[in-house]
């Protein structure tokens, strides 16, 4: 299981915002484990905090901004997106003004900032939230979408669309996010030609220049219009009879706009509060669909707060139950359960397949035959004794013991065909014989019972 990480040490950037062209500073320090991403602005009263997630965005027109109170940053996806792609986890970002600096339009300053100053393992685990089944948004009338399907490992294909005979469509693609500092983290924003100018009307782009944005002049317009608007952005004057794109740095990639929509998802996912593992598949995608697809994972994730693990029933256990019979002492009737499929520093996850033969069902009930609540916590214990005792020397000379049960709940019977998933994982660390677990039951991806308990650890005599 991989740990979470914060950065080294702190690492400071400025320059003027995109939109704002306010010059800001911005530091990024490390931050305990479980804190995410927070900013805080430090130029205000009180210097507020503002979480990073998704239901703090207050804007999206051309960037993401995050709000709470009278405090906002704008401008935060770029500074979001080399976080989560370099691995940070947990990251305070202090900021000076009302909007992160644009620096080249890209995530590059950060992700060389961050290689430098090196990331730092935590001791918590890096809880990703793992795609089951396909989860799905579309906007109709833009034709835009964003699709979530299961993988191995966080990827993302994007496909953007324009009406222009020049500059029509892209795609990008990156199998693991992983690769954010060599396939990603160079592509830099854009803009059209065409939206230059309804942008300034809206206060917008006062940052932009040729150095920070590719502008993409796919249709042509007159040159006293096109010179117009280079001195409105204070830049030389073009031939109105060349299309294609502006700048005098050549591009990154061919398909640069497209790789940079992939850095803005990055960005705008990041704002969901966890990592995940699934493919990302998003058509003409922008801040708006980012950010309610952001929205709508995170109460997908609360309604599945707790997951339940992977289970394939054609893996070969890592304990079988002649092995479980070597560490524990229960037979049948009482030996509740099958086989260990995983076990990590901190947990372990087993298996029992409730038939309809089990000898409680004789009195549990005749008519309605119901596994006992008690034995359910039985079982999770006896899993949490395989860890527990599978970390010893000589384990097979060691039992565990009931000590105190707490915070149980029943929330769906168990009956004959259900496969039982039992997850169990220490709340801290074994002291004095003394250990303190949380046990899950799952049914499918249900949670049918759960309870914490504390056992003693001793050597049989």
Avoid at 23 to 35: G, I, M
Avoid at 79 to 85: D, K, P, R, T, V
Avoid at 186 to 191: E, Q, S
Avoid at 396 to 425: A, C, H
Wanted: with cysteine; aromatic share 8%; net charge negative.
């Amino acid at each position: 299981m991989s740990k979470q990480h914060t950065l080294k040490s702190t690492f400071t950037v400025s320059g003027k915002g995109l939109h704002t062209g306010i010059v800001t500073t911005a530091t990024f320090c490390p931050a305990p484990e479980n804190t995410g991403y927070r900013f805080q602005r430090t130029d205000l009263e009180g210097q507020p905090i503002i979480e990073g997630i998704a239901e703090n965005v207050s804007e999206t027109t051309r960037s993401t901004v995050l709000q709470k109170g009278d405090a906002r940053v704008g401008t935060v996806e770029h500074a979001l997106a080399a976080l989560y792609g370099m691995g940070v986890d947990n990251c305070l970002i202090t900021v000076d003004g009302p909007e992160m600096p644009i620096l080249e339009g890209s995530a590059m300053t950060y992700v060389n900032n961050i290689k430098a100053v090196g990331r730092e393992e935590q001791s918590a685990p890096r809880d990703y939230y793992v795609i089951r089944k396909k989860i799905e948004l579309r906007n109709d009338a833009t034709g835009a979408s964003i699709v979530l399907l299961p993988d191995e490992r966080f990827s993302l294909t994007v496909m953007i669309s324009y009406e222009s005979d020049w500059f029509s469509s892209q795609f990008a693609t990156v199998e693991d996010v992983k690769e954010f500092e060599t396939e990603i983290a160079g592509a830099r924003t854009f803009v059209f030609v065409r939206e230059i100018e309804p942008l300034i009307n809206a206060g917008l782009i006062k940052g932009g220049d040729l150095d920070n944005a590719i502008v993409i002049y796919e249709n042509q317009i007159s040159q006293e219009r096109l010179d117009r608007l280079a001195d409105t952005i204070n830049v030389e004057h073009q031939d109105a009879t060349k299309l294609g794109f502006l700048n005098t740095k050549p591009l990154v990639w061919q398909n640069e706009p497209a790789r940079h929509k992939l850095l803005d998802i990055v960005g705008d996912m990041a704002l969901i509060g966890r990592p995940i593992k699934g493919r990302i598949i998003a058509t003409r995608p922008g801040h708006t669909i980012n950010n309610k697809f952001a929205r709508q994972m995170r109460r997908e994730i609360r309604a599945h707060e707790v997951q339940a693990p992977y289970y394939d029933c054609n893996d070969a256990p890592l304990m079988d139950v002649n092995r479980i019979r070597e560490l524990l002492p229960h037979r049948y009737p009482m030996q509740l359960v099958d086989k260990i499929i995983e076990i990590g520093s901190n947990y372990i996850v087993g298996v029992k397949n409730v038939t309809s033969n089990e000898p409680f069902f004789q009195g549990h009930f005749p008519q309605e035959p119901v596994m006992p609540g008690v034995l359910q916590v039985e079982a999770m214990a006896q899993a949490g004794g395989l860890l527990v005792l599978s970390g010893l020397d000589e384990p097979e000379k060691w039992s565990t013991y009931f000590m105190r049960i707490d915070n149980v709940k029943f929330r769906q019977k168990v009956v004959p065909g259900d496969t039982l998933i039992f997850k169990v994982e220490l709340l801290a660390p074994v002291r004095h014989g003394i250990s303190s677990m949380r046990g899950y039951i799952f049914v499918g991806e249900k949670v049918v019972s759960e309870c914490t308990f504390t056992a003693q650890i001793i050597k049989n005599k």
